[in-house]
């Protein structure tokens, strides 16, 4: 059974930085991209980064781009967001993602609150 635990998240002055990590497990994490999404509030649900499998490659939201920082440790089956200089528009839920086979799988989100 595919799980994706979030954690990492909190509150955090503008400015500031966190570490979002995303435990997987149920399937073989190294062979399937990942991505983190966020759900700001009143808005749809946006890509925020994605990673291969491989971590040879990576894509980010316009709006993140120099700031957050994707990877993941496929010995650990983890996947992580490294997130600097916040600003208070990144406050949202932040969820990890996989598709395995013909299935989407979505953890069950962590908040990051960015308010001074």
């Known amino acids: 059974q595919v799980r994706l635990v979030e954690s990492g998240g909190g509150l955090v002055q503008p400015g500031g930085s966190l570490i979002l990590s995303c435990a997987a497990s149920g399937f073989t994490f190294s062979g399937y991209p990942m991505s983190w999404y966020r759900q700001r509030p009143g808005k749809e649900r946006e890509l925020v980064a994605g990673i291969s499998g491989g971590r040879v490659s990576t894509n980010y939201a316009d709006s993140v781009k120099g700031r957050f920082t994707i990877s993941r440790d496929n010995d650990k089956n983890t996947m992580y967001l490294q997130m600097n200089s916040l600003k208070p528009e990144d406050t949202a839920v932040y969820y990890c993602?996989?598709?395995?086979?013909?299935?989407?799988?979505w953890g069950q989100g962590t908040q990051v609150t960015v308010s001074s």
């Open positions: 993602n996989v598709q395995w086979r013909v299935t989407t799988y």
